[in-house]
């Protein structure tokens, strides 16, 4: 079974993705970014969803996305926010395989990860 770690500052939102998800992954949840770079470091799961604006304890989604990207190269990443982005430059260095706006359907959850658990290439346009 293929494993997706969820990250979000939200309890409320980590349990619907993971009800969501659990039918189809082994899923593991982060609230930080020191939640999810020691996840990173014991499992190795092939998504991660990440919502762009953690609490202010946190980095940020962009900081951990790259931070993926240096360290952990074969994780595709999900960036999730409500917010809407008007200047995408804030994006810059950041790369993640795709982008949903909140709130996230379920439907569209389970689509998007399973076709990302099934791409070779990491990159993929919703």
Same mark, same amino acid.
């Given at each position: 079974?293929?494993?997706i770690l969820c990250v979000d500052d939200i309890p409320e939102i980590l349990?619907?993705? %993971?009800? &969501?998800?659990?039918v189809e992954y082994n899923v593991?949840?982060?609230?930080?970014?020191?939640? =999810?770079? @020691?996840?990173?470091?014991?499992?190795?799961?092939?998504?991660?969803?990440l919502d762009l604006n953690l609490g202010s304890d946190s980095l940020g989604g962009i900081e951990i996305? %790259?931070? &993926?990207?240096?360290r952990w190269s074969g994780i595709k990443v999900?960036?999730?926010?409500?917010? =809407?982005? @008007?200047?995408?430059s804030c994006f810059i260095g950041c790369n993640?395989?795709?982008?949903?706006?909140?709130?996230?359907?379920?439907?569209?959850?389970?689509?998007?990860?399973g076709e990302l658990c099934d791409m070779q290439d990491g990159r993929y346009e919703v």
């Amino acid at each position: 079974m293929k494993t997706i770690l969820c990250v979000d500052d939200i309890p409320e939102i980590l349990e619907v993705y %993971k009800g &969501i998800l659990e039918v189809e992954y082994n899923v593991l949840t982060a609230a930080n970014d020191t939640g =999810v770079f @020691e996840i990173l470091k014991n499992h190795n799961p092939e998504v991660v969803t990440l919502d762009l604006n953690l609490g202010s304890d946190s980095l940020g989604g962009i900081e951990i996305c %790259k931070q &993926i990207n240096t360290r952990w190269s074969g994780i595709k990443v999900i960036m999730i926010s409500g917010m =809407v982005y @008007e200047n995408p430059s804030c994006f810059i260095g950041c790369n993640f395989s795709a982008y949903l706006a909140k709130p996230v359907a379920a439907s569209e959850l389970l689509r998007v990860v399973g076709e990302l658990c099934d791409m070779q290439d990491g990159r993929y346009e919703v």
